[in-house]
Structures are given as C-alpha cells and as structure tokens.
C-alpha cells in the first residue's frame, strides 16, 4: 500500500480526502497535541480490527475515541452526570480522557470487551478539523507499532506505519510528547489510569470549583490506580498500562541521582563499567556533570535545565527512537523531581521504557 503524506499547517481544506476516507472505514494517522493516533471510524466492527492488525497490538486493549464536537458523546455515552460534564468542560478540549458508561451501539472492539469507553475531545487544530469533516467518533491508539513509544513526529509515524495505512497527515511535532491522563468516571472518585499533564492537583483544584461538597467527599480520594502493585494475573483498570511500552534495542540506565543531577558520585557509579560508546537524554546539568568527568557520550539530547519539565516531556519519545535508529548500544537518562502532573508522567514513561523487560508488549 502506498502512504500519502499530507502536510497540514493552515490549509485544512488539504482534509477533505482523508476525511472521507475515515468515514468509509479506512486508516487515518492524524496529529494530536499529545501524540499521534491511528484513527477509524470507532463505529464500524470491521474497520477497527485492522488498527489491531496494523499495530499488532492484543484486542484486549481498548481503543480512545476521539470527538470533535459536544454533541457526539450522546452516540457514545448515556447522558452525563453533572460533575462528568462539569469535568469535561474544565478540561476540554485537551490532553485528558474520559472513562465512562459505553452504549450498546460502540463496538465491543473498541472497547476490548468492557462495557465502558474511553473518550477525549483533542485540543489540535487538524485533529479536530478532520474529526470534525469526517463527521463521525473517530477511534485512535497512538499511532505506533507495539512495543514502540508513541510517535510524536512525522517521522516516527513512517517508520512505524509508512505503507500500512493509506494516510499520514503531518501537523508538525506534538507540544506535549506523552499521552493523555485517563481518567475513570465509572463510581465514586475519580480514578486516573494513566497519568498525563492533567494530575491529582488539577482535579482536586476542579472539583473545589464545582462544589465545596464534592471537594470535602473526596478530598485525598483521588485515586492514582496506575501507582497500584498487582497480584498475579491480575489486570490493571486501564489494560494498556500492563503492557510494555518501550523497550528500546540499547539497555536504558536511569542514574540514580534523585533530585540532584549535578551529584558526580551518581553518574560516575553509572559509567563505571560502561565500556562502549554511549548515549545520553536529560538535562543541561546532568549532560555538564559527564563532563566533568570527563565521561563523553556519543550521542547527546538534552533538552534544556532540569526544571523544564515541558521540553522534556515533549522530546523523551523522539529522543529514544532517534538514538535507537543511530544504533545507540546503552543510554543514560535520569528521572525528574515529581512536582509537576506532567513529571509524574514522564517518569511513569522512563520506567516503563526501562524496567518493562519483564512486560508483554503493547501498542
Ligand atoms: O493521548 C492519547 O491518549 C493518545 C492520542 C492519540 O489521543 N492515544 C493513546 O491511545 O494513547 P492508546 O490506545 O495508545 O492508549 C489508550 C490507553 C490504554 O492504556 C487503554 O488501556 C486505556 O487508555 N483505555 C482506553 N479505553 C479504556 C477503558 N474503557 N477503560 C479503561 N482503560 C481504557
Ligand atoms: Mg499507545
């Protein structure tokens, strides 16, 4: 199959033939503000079972829907509680999905067997152009093949999908480089699944806003259900997150500096028995502590001061891909001070990247 690439900055008219495509079933990689997706028709059994095939990802795993316009959560959803829609309007359009009640009509591919749907409104202009054209709940995975981190470039999505789907419209790179926070509205507090730039804070701040009731029954209740050790064979609320994201071909060292990536003794522990040529992703500090010690990486993304979280969140999945393509054998990274949403997410990335050898893959 061949690819058109189709490259949309302002011209969304250039939409119009992707988007008819969508509607009649077929393969669409689109832009989002987080990452990629590989979208289809969400209301169409048969066209979902190839975004299972093209990822090669397990059917157990459901599939985000992604909507353009408020009025299409009522094909998806029985009609919202009052605090469901107070939260979704507080955060939408954007980088958070919903988890909540499906109907009967969202096929159980999408919804890998559960009786509930998770749904986001995208906050990108394209995305929301061609959900929009296409005029129907568009179902999107990121737009990797399993066991890769999530495309955040045009690039990354050839090199995943390049002649496996018919369209990848290019919207530049991604502005927030990690997936949304999935977050469960099925009883009782709200549960994040996957954490992503909107946190704890952020939704204990919302629910003040919406009433000081709400806030006094649930304050400290907010559940981090990702952060839960599992039983044997158990499966986790959201069945991606017991999936391996990423294991790159290199071994990943995340140094254990903490807080401090300016402490020496941490790094040089970490070079000790190197060895070989390596390759390094972290902050200005970190990058000036190697030199220090006289220890060169090959290949060098820093991303900026450790305090800018956003950068690096933006570039973590580029930056590993691109060392895996330079044939990078070990890379040397350090996790960030968790006092962001958006920290907490990139860590939560690092360690699975790092420490998911023992994981199956995912998509
Ligand atoms: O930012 C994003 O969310 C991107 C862009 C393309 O929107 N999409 C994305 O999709 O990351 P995917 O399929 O790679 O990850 C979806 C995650 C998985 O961990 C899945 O288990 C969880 O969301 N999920 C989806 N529907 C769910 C449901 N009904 N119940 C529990 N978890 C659900
Ligand atoms: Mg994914």
Same mark, same amino acid.
């Given at each position: 199959?061949?690819t058109?690439?189709i490259?949309v900055?302002d ?5 119009q033939?992707?988007?008819?495509a969508?509607?009649?079933?077929q393969l669409?990689?689109?832009p989002?503000?987080?990452?990629y ?7 169409r059994?048969?066209?979902? &079972? ?5 990822? @090669? /990802? !397990? =059917?157990?795993?459901? %599939?985000i829907?992604h909507?353009? *316009? ?9 009609p ?8 979704m309007?507080?955060?939408?359009p ?6 909540l ?6 096929p ?7 009786n509930?749907v998770g749904i ?5 202009p394209v995305?929301?152009?061609?959900i929009r054209r296409?005029?129907?709940?568009v179902? &999107?995975?990121?737009?990797n093949?399993? @066991? /890769? !981190? =999530?495309?955040?470039? %045009?690039q990354?999505?050839?090199? *995943?999908?390049?002649?496996?789907v018919?369209?990848?419209?290019d919207?530049g790179?991604?502005?927030v480089?990690?997936?949304?926070t999935?977050i ?7 549960r994040?699944?996957?954490p992503?730039?909107i946190?704890v ?6 629910l003040?806003?919406y009433?000081?009731t709400e ?5 400290g209740q ?12 158990e499966?986790?609320?959201a ?10 071909q ?9 807080l401090?990536?300016?402490r ?9 028995s190197l060895?070989?040529?390596f390759?390094?992703v972290?902050?200005q500090?970190?990058?000036a ?5 006289g ?15 956003e ?10 891909r ?10 040397l ?10 920290a907490?997410?990139y ?15 995912e998509?």
């Open positions: 199959m061949k058109r690439v490259r900055l011209d969304l008219p250039k939409l033939e992707p988007a008819e969508l509607r009649q079933g669409v990689v689109f989002t503000e987080t990452v997706g590989l979208g289809v028709h969400a209301l059994t048969e066209a979902i &079972a190839q975004v299972y095939q093209v990822k @090669g /990802r !397990p =059917s157990d795993n459901p %599939l829907v909507i353009a *316009d408020w009025c299409q959560l009522q094909e998806l959803t029985p919202l509680s009052p605090l469901a829609r107070f939260l309007e507080r955060f939408w954007g980088p958070a999905t919903f988890v009640p499906k109907l009967e009509q969202v159980l591919a999408v919804s890998g067997g559960l509930t986001r409104m995208p906050a990108h995305a929301r152009a061609l296409a005029g129907v709940p179902a &999107a995975p990121s737009a093949r399993s @066991g /890769r !981190p =999530s495309p955040t470039c %045009l990354d999505c050839l090199e *995943d999908l390049e002649g496996r018919p369209y990848i419209i919207g790179p991604c502005s480089g990690v997936e949304s999935v469960a509205l099925t009883g009782g507090a709200p994040i699944l996957r992503g730039q946190g804070q952020e939704l204990e701040a919302a003040q806003e009433s000081a806030e006094k029954r649930w304050k907010i559940e981090e259900a990702y952060r839960k050790q599992l039983e044997e064979g499966t986790p609320e069945p991606g997150m017991k999936y391996r994201h990423y294991a790159p290199a071994e990943v060292r995340v140094v254990d500096c903490g401090h990536p300016e020496e003794a941490s790094w040089a522990e970490a070079v000790h060895g070989v040529p390759g390094y972290g902050c500090e970190g990058a502590c190697l030199q220090k010690l220890l060169n990486p090959q290949w060098s993304f820093v991303y900026g001061h450790l305090a800018e979280v950068q690096a969140t933006r570039f973590l999945f580029a930056s590993l691109a060392l895996d393509r330079l044939g990078c054998p070990v890379v990274t350090h996790a960030l001070p968790e006092k962001t949403a958006l907490v997410a860590n939560n990335r690092l360690f699975k990247a790092v420490g998911g050898g023992s994981l199956p893959e998509g």
